[in-house]
């Protein structure tokens, strides 16, 4: 026969107390673990680095190497044996060869596999447990060591409101040229593309501003089915370093596929003279694309950060970025 006894307030043991030989004999034992009062998912914002020269791009692809498929193979790797690995929701999906420095994901963890990061583990010691994004960067990190063109630059936990992809208020991307004005580095040619000619940087950044606001970039974007064109440009102008490279910065509320390289491939045949600057806010006008520029090399392309609300307004401006974009009627 076992009976069980249990205290009130017992913090570090439960007694149990054995019938053995008429004689009452109290076992003491462990006290069940208690984990942190985990939600019924906790999410995982994702600040990611990458060289995009030896990747198919962002998005996941049966047999090609991409980020999001390298990054879910890490995560898969420290969550073993917690199915359903997390899938990555990310704020731009770039294309191949296009790198970032600020780019941004986000997954969800279910309370097993936070529990599991964050669980020390037997005979190391009485040490307390640290926090989730600590675990989470630290132990992805150690995963991901071997690919170097990849850093998980932070981990943070934040709102189950927050979306990688709806919340964001901007994207901001860089482009980089040299030109025969320019110095060529040879350590900089993964990431800036090479133009044969000498470039107008005054031309370029007037036809940069003419571009600037509310419009249909159907122009300047690959149109894929039942996605609308229409995107704030809140900013873009373009400046030489002090090496004399050409630098485009490109900021909006979103961008569509192939759009940062249109432009700035419309701007470079601004600086050749072939194309009047006032010419580019034109093509918006017409609504559809055209030959008269090239979409540039994606080397030249890097996602430099992404800009998000307080955490009050997360789910606000998710719904609106949800609606379709429409053009004001006039």
Same mark, same amino acid.
């Given at each position: 026969?076992?009976?069980?006894?249990?205290?009130? +307030?017992?913090?570090?043991?439960?007694?149990?107390?054995?019938?053995?030989?008429?004689?009452?004999?109290?076992?003491?034992?462990?006290?069940?673990?208690?984990?942190?009062?985990?939600?019924?998912?906790?999410?995982?914002?994702?600040?990611?680095?990458?060289?995009?020269?030896?990747?198919?791009?962002?998005?996941?692809?049966?047999?090609?190497?991409?980020?999001?498929?390298?990054?879910?193979?890490?995560?898969?790797?420290?969550?073993?044996?917690?199915?359903?690995?997390?899938?990555?929701?990310?704020?731009?999906?770039?294309?191949?060869?296009?790198?970032?420095?600020?780019?941004?994901?986000?997954? =969800?963890?279910?309370?097993?596999?936070?529990?599991?990061?964050?669980?020390?583990?037997?005979?190391?010691? #009485?040490?307390? !447990?640290?926090?989730?994004?600590?675990?989470?960067?630290?132990?992805?990190?150690?995963?991901?060591?071997?690919?170097?063109?990849?850093?998980?630059?932070?981990?943070?936990?934040? !709102?189950?409101?927050? &979306?990688?992809?709806?919340?964001?208020?901007?994207?901001?991307?860089?482009?980089?040229?040299? &030109?025969?004005?320019?110095?060529? #580095?040879?350590?900089?040619?993964?990431?800036?593309?090479?133009?044969?000619?000498?470039? =107008?940087? #005054?031309?370029? #950044?007037?036809? @940069?501003?003419?571009?600037?606001?509310?419009? &249909?970039?159907?122009?300047?974007?690959?149109?894929? !089915? +039942?996605?609308?064109?229409?995107?704030?440009?809140?900013?873009?102008?373009?400046?030489?370093?002090?090496?004399?490279?050409?630098?485009?910065?490109?900021?909006?509320?979103?961008?569509?596929?192939?759009?940062?390289? @249109?432009?700035?491939?419309?701007?470079?045949?601004? +600086?050749?003279?072939?194309?009047?600057?006032?010419?580019?806010?034109?093509?918006?006008?017409?609504?559809?694309?055209?030959?008269?520029?090239?979409?540039?090399?994606?080397?030249?392309?890097?996602?430099?950060?992404?800009?998000?609300?307080?955490?009050?307004?997360?789910?606000?401006?998710?719904?609106?970025?949800?609606?379709?974009?429409?053009?004001?009627?006039?």
């Amino acid at each position: 026969m076992v009976a069980e006894q249990f205290g009130r +307030g017992q913090k570090s043991t439960s007694t149990i107390t054995l019938h053995k030989r008429h004689r009452l004999v109290p076992v003491n034992l462990p006290a069940p673990r208690i984990g942190p009062p985990w939600p019924a998912t906790t999410r995982i914002r994702l600040d990611i680095a990458y060289d995009g020269t030896d990747f198919a791009g962002w998005a996941r692809q049966p047999g090609f190497r991409t980020v999001q498929g390298q990054v879910e193979a890490g995560l898969a790797t420290i969550l073993q044996k917690y199915l359903p690995h997390p899938t990555l929701i990310v704020a731009g999906r770039t294309d191949a060869g296009v790198h970032a420095r600020g780019q941004v994901a986000h997954f =969800d963890l279910t309370p097993e596999q936070a529990d599991s990061l964050v669980r020390v583990k037997r005979g190391t010691g #009485d040490r307390p !447990p640290i926090p989730l994004a600590v675990a989470v960067q630290r132990r992805l990190s150690g995963v991901l060591v071997t690919q170097p063109d990849i850093v998980v630059r932070s981990a943070i936990v934040v !709102p189950t409101s927050f &979306d990688a992809r709806f919340s964001a208020l901007w994207r901001r991307y860089e482009y980089r040229i040299s &030109d025969l004005y320019a110095l060529r #580095d040879p350590q900089q040619r993964l990431r800036t593309t090479w133009h044969p000619g000498k470039l =107008d940087v #005054d031309l370029m #950044d007037a036809g @940069a501003a003419n571009l600037v606001g509310l419009h &249909d970039f159907a122009a300047y974007c690959k149109p894929r !089915p +039942g996605a609308t064109t229409i995107r704030t440009l809140q900013d873009f102008r373009w400046r030489r370093d002090e090496e004399g490279v050409l630098i485009a910065t490109l900021t909006a509320d979103a961008f569509c596929h192939s759009m940062v390289r @249109a432009l700035v491939g419309a701007c470079v045949a601004v +600086g050749e003279g072939k194309l009047d600057a006032a010419r580019l806010v034109n093509l918006n006008i017409e609504r559809s694309r055209i030959v008269e520029f090239k979409v540039m090399p994606a080397e030249g392309l890097t996602l430099l950060d992404v800009g998000y609300p307080e955490d009050a307004e997360l789910a606000i401006r998710a719904v609106e970025t949800r609606n379709r974009r429409a053009l004001p009627v006039l």
